[in-house]
């Protein structure tokens, strides 16, 4: 199947420091990125959709000027977490969906786990 | 989309057939059924998903009730490495939105 490919796998960075992560499709285009986040013991929580070329679209409750989101290419979206927090500490993780055919499954990212000290 | 509902934990002993439930009672027809898996500190991988004909690949099989109410995902033969939270997700054909995860089923392999 199609990989994803999520870096770094972990962070630690310091209280009120930014920390990017990147995800990227290595044999696909995807017009599409879709931003987790998981907390110890629950179930995947959707932070954003990212779309290539256009502005991400934010779930109600998400900060879009603390969690920027860049898609500037077909193959790779980012997630910048700025003035970082100890209770964003979590484990994030990026899918994305081939565009061809409309029942393709998605693909996820190995996951990052970041820790704000 | 449909809402699932799944058993929080399920236990197998290793080289059996582990069988996971999974309730959508609520499906439409033109929702298809995704099961994929976690295994602790990755991302989900994907396993299988059907319409409403039973699916078979090299990890599992699929199958779904006739009223596509519900369905079963079968490991034939579990190992420690299946050892997982399995999530049972109902979507829509030709969405490109997000998938919605459930709380899933924590699958334990016992050696």
């Known amino acids: 199947g199609a990989v994803v490919s999520q870096h770094p796998s972990w962070v630690i960075c310091k209280s009120g420091t930014s920390v990017k992560i990147e995800c990227r499709s290595l044999?696909?285009?995807?017009?599409?990125m879709f931003w987790y986040r998981q907390f110890p013991k629950q179930s995947l929580m959707l932070m954003a959709t990212?779309?290539?070329?256009?502005?991400?679209?934010?779930e109600q409750g998400v900060e879009k000027d603390k969690f920027l989101i860049n898609h500037a290419s077909l193959t790779l979206s980012t997630l910048t977490v700025t003035s970082a927090h100890p209770e964003d500490s979590s484990f994030y993780i990026c899918s994305a969906r081939s565009p061809e055919g409309s029942n393709t499954e998605a693909f996820f990212g190995q996951g990052t786990r970041l820790t704000v000290v | 989309d449909a809402k699932t509902t799944q058993p929080p934990s399920m236990d197998c002993a290793e080289g059996r057939a582990a069988n996971l439930p999974c309730n959508h009672s609520?499906?439409?027809?033109?929702?298809?059924v995704y099961w994929y898996r976690q295994i602790h500190s990755q991302g989900p991988q994907y396993i299988i998903h059907g319409l409403k004909n039973n699916e078979t690949n090299e990890m599992a099989s699929l199958i779904i009730t006739e009223d596509r109410k519900s369905s079963t995902l079968i490991l034939p033969h579990a190992t420690l490495r299946d050892t997982a939270v399995y999530y049972c997700?109902?979507?829509?054909?030709?969405?490109?939105?997000?998938?919605?995860f459930g709380s899933g089923t924590q699958l334990t392999v016992l050696p």
């Open positions: 044999d696909f285009q995807a017009t599409t």
């Open positions: 609520t499906i439409s027809g033109n929702e298809y």
């Open positions: 990212s779309n290539e070329g256009s502005k991400a679209t934010y």
């Open positions: 997700i109902v979507r829509a054909s030709g969405s490109a939105r997000q998938l919605t």
